[in-house]
Every structure is written in C-alpha cells, then in structure tokens.
C-alpha cells in the first residue's frame, strides 16, 4: 500500500447548484470550500471519504460520463430522485437491475432499488475501463484491497480508505479520449509521490503555491490528485 483513498471531486459549471443537488441525493450538507467551490457532507457518513468535493470548471462536460457512483435507494424505485431535478436515462431491463439517471449537468449514475437491511447511499464507485483485470489489479497494488472477477468487470474489495461497498472497473470497448469529470483524491504514504511513478503512474502537474497536490494518471489516463500525508501529533 503507498496510498490512501481520501475523497471523490465533481467538475462542474455552478459548484452551488449541482452540490445542492447531490446534497439532496444524498442526505448532505453543503459546505463552502472557498473559491465559488462547494463540499458535499453525508450526514451519516463514517468517514470523511465519503465527501465530494464540487468545482468549477471553464469547460463543459463532453462525452460519456466514465465514473459515476452507484446508489442504493431508501425506496424501491427512484420517483423521489427524479421528483428532485435527476432525469431518467433508462430503466431497468433485460440484464440491467438498476435505473440510469443524471443530475442537472448530465452526469450520470446508477440507483439500485432498496433491499432489505440496505443503507440508502452510495455503494460501489464505478470506471469504465479497457483492461478491468489491469486496472484493479494496479489499484489494489495502490491502496491494497483484494481483486474480485465477475463476467467484463473487476473489482477492489478492502482498499485503504475506501468507504463503500466496492470499486468497480467496468470493461468498455471506448477508449478514454477527454477529461473525467469526476475524478478521485489519495493521500500518499510518503511526502513525494515516487512510488506512485515507479508503479507506472504519469505526473501531469506539480504541486504550486495555490494547490498543494500533485496531478497524476494511472495507466488508462484517469486523472487523480495525491495529496502528502497530513502532519501528525
């Protein structure tokens, strides 16, 4: 393990408006976290990883939405969510056991009906990926876990930090071509990011005097941010 899961960030066109509503889905407050950005806080989170951070962006959000969470229900269907500004993109189906929405700017996410003795909230955080095995398989070698196979995904079980259920990697024929516009945190083990390079991560941008975090890419190009670890004592 050289790294902790730490939280999950949200582009965005108006932090304020999309962090309300993400609030609402699930169960949150909004914070302010400086510079038009908000911060979205589980109420009955047991972690601070449960957290998502909301910035503004200057871009707009292009292609299909490559991460997105998957959503337990406190209901048996999501009229409640959809009554609150999500859209319906589709409908459970065939194979499919879940519906697909999307919040206010198209981002979209998966809601399982509730069951019984289930929490409402999220469950798995989810990426579509090429390679599922590689992928999981590089970020359990991260944040430690234990890599489960099912059919076209693959999953991190137990990893560092982590809050949910599992981190899902989901084959896809679509190679990654533009920006994530949700991205997730680590925190490092070390003060550098050495071991992260070393594993086969790409630095795409060094820490500055505005942000303290290094930028990098894990071997599919999915972007997150490292963070050293916080003082302790």
Do not use: Y
């Not at 292609?63 to 997105?68: A, E, I, K, P, Q």
């Not at 859209?87 to 019984?116: H, I, K, Q, T, Y």
């Amino acid at each position: 393990m050289i790294a902790r899961f730490k939280d999950l960030c949200l582009d965005a066109a108006d932090p304020l408006a999309l962090g309300g509503f993400w609030a609402r889905m699930l169960d949150a407050d909004v914070a302010d976290a400086g510079d038009g950005d908000t911060r979205v806080d589980p109420r009955s989170a047991r972690s601070d990883a449960e957290s998502i951070w909301v910035n503004r962006v200057p871009e707009p959000r292009v292609g299909r939405t490559r991460v997105h969470l998957d959503l337990r229900l406190a209901d048996a269907d999501p009229a409640a969510l959809l009554a609150d500004d999500a859209r319906l993109v589709s409908e459970p189906g065939g194979d499919a056991d879940r519906w697909v929405l999307a919040d206010p700017e198209g981002n979209e996410f998966c809601a399982l009906p509730a069951g019984e003795g289930t929490r409402p909230g999220p469950v798995h955080l989810v990426v579509d990926t090429i390679d599922p095995t590689a992928q999981a398989t590089w970020w359990a070698g991260v944040l430690g876990g234990t890599v489960e196979h099912e059919s076209t995904t693959s999953s991190v079980v137990g990893a560092a930090g982590f809050p949910w259920e599992s981190w899902v990697f989901d084959g896809v024929t679509e190679p990654k071509m533009v920006k994530n516009r949700m991205h997730w945190d680590v925190e490092l083990v070390d003060s550098q990011p050495d071991a992260l390079v070393r594993a086969g991560a790409t630095v795409l941008a060094e820490p500055t005097e505005r942000s303290r975090w290094w930028v990098l890419a894990d071997p599919e190009g999915n972007e997150f941010c490292a963070f050293a670890p916080r003082p302790t004592g």
